[in-house]
Structures are given as structure tokens and as C-alpha cells.
């Protein structure tokens, strides 16, 4: 079908203009992560160059909430455990949905040698993601939000939404995809984590590039185009 509108915007990198060919000639495509719509909350964020850890290592986990993200999370909990105690300081877990984690989750987290930290409820995300040496994320938006942050880790594709994020920051070098939850292992998991760890240099590149990718100024851009198309009626 075609596009009817003053302005089409996809912040996905590498988005082919061609894929909105049956558009309107005055349509304005805004395409790219220079369009990346972050909140208000990493907006107003002064941001710094991520700082490499060598050990005592902060791992974020944020799979969204409900039982079925509980469950991945535990997994990821169960791959940690596998991997060599020392490099690993503490693990932080975002997620729980409306009534909290699961008791599998929570209990696992009480008994495991490293330090566990479930938070739900989070309004401070982007301060979590300053303090986190790698992420392991669902594939969505919040992947913007750790490019923009400099974060590096792992996605692991939770909807098919998120297939296109999820790939494009991997062949981009930013963040690595290790595909849908079907073709998960505790032992992949843990040898993606215990990689990165183990490759300061190459957290320190995919970090670079993800900053450099999402500065930021995307929901600024969009609102001058938005201006734009207003004024010229």
C-alpha cells in the first residue's frame, strides 16, 4: 500500500529510502538513528565516554515483566552462575510487571554467590545503565536508550518487532544478537557474557559506536520537521 502522510519517521539504521517509495513527492522522510526518539530522561542527560571495566563487573538485565521475562531472566541468572566467579561484582534485574518477580526468581537470587539486585519500578533507568558494564536486553526501543548510553552487551529478540533493532545494532557493531529466545542456552548465554568480559577492547569499541550512532537529538529533529510542515501549511 502507500503512504499518505507529511512526514514518515523510522529511526532504524540503514532504513532504504526505496521501502517508502509509494509516498506522496512532498513527503519528508526522517530516517535513521539521528531520529531515534529517546525520553525525557536520557534527553536531559549529560552524558560521558562509558568507563571499561577490568573486573567487578555490573551486569544489567532488563527482558521487560511478567512471568515469561521472569523466566528468561532466571536463565540469564543460571548462565552467570556458570561463568568463572571473580569478574562478576553484582548483577541488577529490571523488570517484576505489576505484582512483582516471580518466587523462582526471587529465590534463585537470595542463594546465588553473586550479588542479585531486583528492582521493579525503575524511574532511574538511564543511572542503572551508567553504573552497568554490559546489558543483556530485549531487542526494542530500549536499545536506543543503551547506544545512547554507551552500553555494551547482548539482545536477545523477545517479539518479532524487535527483530530489526536487534539486527541492525548487531551488524552495526553495537550491541551483539544472540536471536530468539527459542534457540537459547544457559551455555550460549554464558559464553556471549563470559566473550565480552573476557574483551575490554571491543566493549570499548561497541560503546564508542553506540554513542556515536544515537546522540540524543532525535525528538528535537522531529519536532523542527514537525514545525516545518505547520508553517508551511
Not at 550479588?115 to 551508567?130: K, P, W
Not at 575490554?200 to 514545525?227: F, N, T
Amino acid at each position: 500500500g502507500g503512504y499518505d502522510a507529511d512526514l514518515i519517521l523510522d529511526p532504524n539504521p540503514g532504513t532504504d529510502p526505496l521501502r517508502y517509495e509509494a509516498r506522496p513527492v512532498d513527503t519528508e522522510l526522517l530516517l535513521g538513528a539521528g531520529y531515534a526518539l529517546l525520553r525525557r530522561e536520557f534527553r536531559n542527560r549529560i552524558r560521558t565516554g562509558k568507563t571499561i571495566s577490568l573486573e567487578d563487573h555490573v551486569i544489567l538485565i532488563t527482558l521487560g515483566g511478567g512471568g515469561e521475562a521472569d523466566g528468561l531472566a532466571a536463565m540469564v541468572l543460571r548462565a552467570l552462575d556458570r561463568i568463572v566467579p571473580g569478574g562478576i561484582g553484582r548483577a541488577i534485574v529490571v523488570g517484576g510487571g505489576v505484582s512483582g518477580f516471580s518466587a523462582e526468581l526471587t529465590e534463585m537470587a537470595a542463594r546465588m554467590p553473586v550479588e542479585i539486585e531486583l528492582r521493579t519500578h525503575v524511574e532511574d533507568i538511564s543511572s542503572l545503565m551508567d553504573r552497568a558494564d554490559i546489558v543483556i536486553s530485549g531487542g526494542g526501543s530500549t536499545c536506543w536508550e543503551l547506544a545512547f548510553m554507551g552500553v555494551p552487551g547482548l539482545t536477545i529478540i523477545r517479539a518479532e518487532n524487535q527483530r530489526l533493532i536487534a539486527e541492525e545494532l548487531d551488524a552495526a557493531g553495537i550491541l551483539l544478537n544472540l536471536g530468539g529466545e527459542a534457540g537459547l542456552s544457559e551455555g550460549k548465554v554464558a559464553t556471549a557474557i563470559d566473550a565480552l568480559l573476557a574483551s575490554p577492547d571491543r566493549r570499548g569499541e561497541m560503546s564508542r559506536k553506540g554513542q556515536a550512532l544515537v546522540d540524543g537529538q532525535g525528538a528535537s529533529r522531529a519536532i523542527e520537521a514537525i514545525r516545518g510542515v505547520m508553517e508551511r501549511g
